[in-house]
């Protein structure tokens, strides 16, 4: 038998799942793709991912890959699956793979969109989908602070306590704020993320958006590498896992659209 490796692209609405990973005691997004896949695989599978979303986190284009013998064009892995994912889980693509891919370590980046609904009255219909702040917000002001974040910093002070990355050490590549309307977009682009430092990140940007701290606040924080100094962690509806940066010489179809509501 030929074991083929596959990478898939998968979207999913994290509100009603304690994130990607696997878990004992709750529902999580992992089990259904692991499920659906092996029921067409007609063997279990087991699922790597790019990067794993916690409770409530969404993802456009998460990116994973399993083993298996099974002989199947990617129409019946991809229709196969999706009858029997719920309706807020999506495999969107399929790709066999070289034997040395991984989803993980072979992702040189990820980027990530942070949505805010900046409004008098929340959204009825995207209450899980943002975070919903009533003040007005200066955006620009959250942009040019977040500039201080470009290049490669120690984020100890965006990082949640349960983190097990031995270095906080990160490179941002990217990294905007935008508004559009009542809607405010957060994106950021880098090598890699500690746990919920883009959630960390967006309260203190937030903070400093209300005029209730400085820039000059913030570029404290950052050189501090206190996570008690810097404010409270975002709610978890506003963010989406966009997508992930692989070599070209995967050859994946990742499309990667940032989401943008209403």
């Not at 793709?33 to 695989?41: D, E």
């Not at 284009?61 to 892995?77: I, L, M």
């Not at 693509?93 to 009255?121: Q, T």
């Not at 306590?161 to 906080?168: D, E, R, T, V, Y």
Request: aromatic share 12%; proline share 3%; glycine share 6%.
């Amino acid at each position: 038998m030929i074991i083929t490796k596959y990478a898939i692209g998968v979207e999913y609405s994290g509100a009603d799942y304690c994130g990607w990973q696997q878990q004992k005691h709750c529902v999580a997004i992992q089990e259904h793709v692991q499920n659906a896949i092996g029921f067409v695989a007609n063997h279990p599978i087991q699922l790597v991912c790019a990067g794993r979303t916690d409770s409530g986190v969404h993802a456009v284009e998460q990116v994973a890959h399993f083993e298996s013998g099974a002989e199947r064009d990617d129409r019946a892995w991809i229709l196969g699956s999706n009858c029997r994912l719920p309706r807020d889980i999506r495999i969107k693509w399929i790709k066999a793979v070289d034997d040395n891919f991984h989803a993980r370590f072979s992702a040189f980046a990820r980027s990530y969109r942070y949505i805010i609904l900046n409004s008098r009255v929340p959204s009825a219909i995207f209450h899980d989908r943002v975070n919903w702040e009533y003040r007005r917000l200066d955006h620009t002001s959250m942009h040019e602070c977040a500039q201080q974040l470009f290049g490669e910093h120690d984020f100890s002070a965006f990082r949640a306590a349960g983190c097990q990355a031995k270095s906080a050490s990160r490179n941002v590549h990217e990294i905007n704020i935008t508004r559009q309307g009542e809607l405010i977009y957060f994106d950021i682009k880098a090598n890699a993320f500690l746990y919920h430092m883009v959630r960390n990140l967006a309260g203190s940007l937030i903070t400093v958006g209300k005029g209730e701290q400085s820039i000059e606040w913030f570029a404290e924080v950052l050189a501090s590498k206190d996570r008690n100094l810097a404010d409270v962690t975002a709610p978890a509806a506003g963010l989406y896992l966009v997508r992930a940066y692989y070599p070209d010489q995967y050859n994946l179809p990742i499309a990667g659209q940032k989401p943008v509501l209403f």
